[in-house]
């Protein structure tokens, strides 16, 4: 099979580029990661990739103070460069402009650690908590020139239990976000997404049942 090759950008310490990593490794996902690129110089995000000898570049955004097109257009030549055919957002905290969407229609998907449309924005852990949600997930999206707006590829759901705190509803979270991602990459790779409008439908997905789940 094919593999997709992969831009993925982060900012931060990069579990679910070490989860799509460690899928690729593991022969379950049929990509090859292209670059991985960081607006931060010290993420451990980079240090992962260079672990694996997997090219890792710092795009520093420092003279680009309120030119976000100016920093995408240089995203884009990196992204170019390297070939790649999808960009994956993962936890890359900089809003994207259509200077990069328009240089890859339908092909940047992002991680959003909550239910969208539910919750979108940062540190949306603890507003499902506080806001009294009895479930929250986590979502892949593609990205379009909204913040978390996007066409929805796949959602996983979690209880929110009595004794969560902010931390302990994140790490649950973000199990089911190394899942997920690199399953939405596969369906991806195996041309099986196809965007009608807003809806993301799935060549041989599931048919009719009632599932349901409650919580408490
Ligand atoms: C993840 O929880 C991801 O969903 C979130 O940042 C975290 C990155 O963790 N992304 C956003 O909130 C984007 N709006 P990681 O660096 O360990 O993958």
């Known amino acids: 099979m094919k593999k997709v090759k992969l831009g993925v950008l982060v900012s931060g310490r990069g579990s679910n580029l070490q989860a799509i990593i460690d899928n690729i490794e593991s022969g379950s996902l049929s990509a090859e990661l292209a670059v991985v690129i960081s607006d931060q110089a010290d993420a451990y995000s980079l240090e992962r990739a260079k672990k694996h000898n997997i090219s890792a570049v710092h795009v520093s955004a420092k003279d680009y103070t309120g030119k976000r097109d100016g920093y995408d257009a240089l995203l884009v030549k990196e992204l ?23 240089a890859f229609p339908n092909r940047v998907m992002n991680i959003h650690p909550a239910l969208l449309p539910a919750f979108p924005g940062l540190h949306v852990q603890k507003t499902a908590l506080e806001h009294g949600a009895k479930f929250s997930g986590c979502t892949v999206h593609f990205v379009d020139e909204g913040m978390d707006t996007g066409p929805i590829i796949i ?18 979270i973000l199990k089911q976000e190394h899942k997920i991602y690199s399953r939405a990459i596969q369906l991806y790779a195996e041309g099986k997404l196809k965007v009608e409008g807003r809806r993301v439908l799935v060549t041989g997905g599931k048919t009719a049942g009632d599932e349901f789940l409650i919580n408490p």
């Open 155 to 172: 959602q996983a759901v979690v209880p929110v239990l009595d004794n969560d705190t902010e931390d302990s509803l994140s790490a649950r």
């Open 80 to 102: 170019q460069k390297h070939n790649v055919e999808l960009v994956v957002l993962a936890g890359f905290m900089r809003i994207i402009t259509p200077t990069l969407l328009k």
